[in-house]
C-alpha cells in the first residue's frame, strides 16, 4: 500500500491564482482530512468528509473548497490563492481513529 | 469549539533522561487524545493514543496518561535516545478521531549526547 499521497510536493502561485492539491488513500479509510500548519500554529484543520458525498468545515475553511466524489480521493481547491494561504497542507485518512497522514505539500502565495 | 494547549514549546533533557509534555483541553466531550511525532520534512506519525475512557496507556519506553476530571493529558519518554528529537503534537477530537483533530502548537524536543 502507498498509504496517504499527495501531489504536487512544492508549488509557487501568484495572488489570484487558483490550483488543487490532491490527496489520495489506498486503505479504503472512510474518513480523510485537510490540515494546514504554519510556523508556531501547529495543525489546524480545514475541512474533513466522513465518507463519499459528505464533507464539513473545520477550524480554517476560508478560502477553500473541497468535494469527495471518490473514497479514494479527496482533492482541495484554493480559489483566488492569497499569501496568508502560504503553508505546509497536509491531507489524512482515518479509520475513525488513528489518522495516516501524508508527506505534505509545501505552497508559497507570492 | 476545542482548544488544545501544550507546553513546554521546547524541551532539552540529557540523553539516557525523561521527558515530559504536557497538554490541556476544553471541551469536556473529547473522547480521543493522539499523541504525533513529526520529523523535519515529513508528516505527523502517531505514536500513542488514549481514549477517555483509560487512564493511562504505555508502549514501551512512551506511555501517555489522562485525567478526565482537570482536562489534562500528559506525553512521557523514558531513557530518551537522540532518535527520539523531533516536534511532538498532542491533539483531542470528540468524534474518535473520525471529525478530524485539534492540535497543540507543539513541542521541539532536543536530547543531548
Known amino acids: 500500500n502507498a498509504g496517504v499521497t499527495q501531489t504536487p510536493k512544492f508549488q509557487v502561485l501568484k495572488t489570484g491564482q487558483s490550483m488543487t492539491l490532491q490527496c489520495a488513500q489506498d486503505?479504503?479509510?472512510?474518513?480523510m482530512s485537510w490540515y494546514r500548519q504554519d510556523p508556531g500554529m501547529g495543525l489546524r484543520l480545514i475541512h474533513y468528509?466522513?465518507?463519499?458525498?459528505?464533507?464539513d468545515q473545520g477550524e480554517v475553511p476560508n478560502g477553500y473548497n473541497v468535494s469527495r466524489s471518490t473514497t479514494e480521493d479527496f482533492p482541495l481547491r484554493l480559489l483566488s490563492a492569497a499569501p496568508s494561504q502560504t503553508s505546509v497542507y497536509f491531507c489524512a485518512s482515518s479509520t475513525g481513529q488513528e489518522q495516516f497522514f501524508g508527506p505534505g505539500t509545501r505552497l508559497t502565495v507570492l | 469549539g476545542e482548544n488544545v494547549e501544550q507546553h513546554p514549546s521546547t524541551l532539552s533533557v540529557q540523553e539516557g533522561d525523561s521527558a515530559v509534555i504536557k497538554c490541556t483541553y476544553s471541551?469536556?466531550?473529547?473522547?480521543?487524545f493522539p499523541w504525533y511525532k513529526q520529523e523535519l520534512g515529513k508528516g505527523p506519525q502517531l505514536i500513542i493514543d488514549?481514549?477517555?475512557?483509560?487512564g493511562e496507556k504505555k508502549d514501551q519506553r512512551i506511555a501517555v496518561t489522562l485525567n478526565k476530571t482537570a482536562k489534562h493529558f500528559s506525553l512521557h519518554i523514558t531513557e530518551t535516545q537522540p532518535e527520539d528529537s523531533a516536534v511532538y503534537f498532542c491533539a483531542a477530537s470528540r468524534g474518535g478521531g473520525a471529525d478530524g483533530l485539534t492540535f497543540g502548537k507543539g513541542t521541539h524536543l532536543i536530547i543531548q549526547p
Open positions: 486503505m479504503n479509510h472512510e474518513y
Open positions: 468528509s466522513v465518507g463519499a458525498g459528505i464533507t
Open positions: 488514549i481514549r477517555s475512557n483509560v
Open positions: 471541551d469536556s466531550a473529547s473522547n480521543y
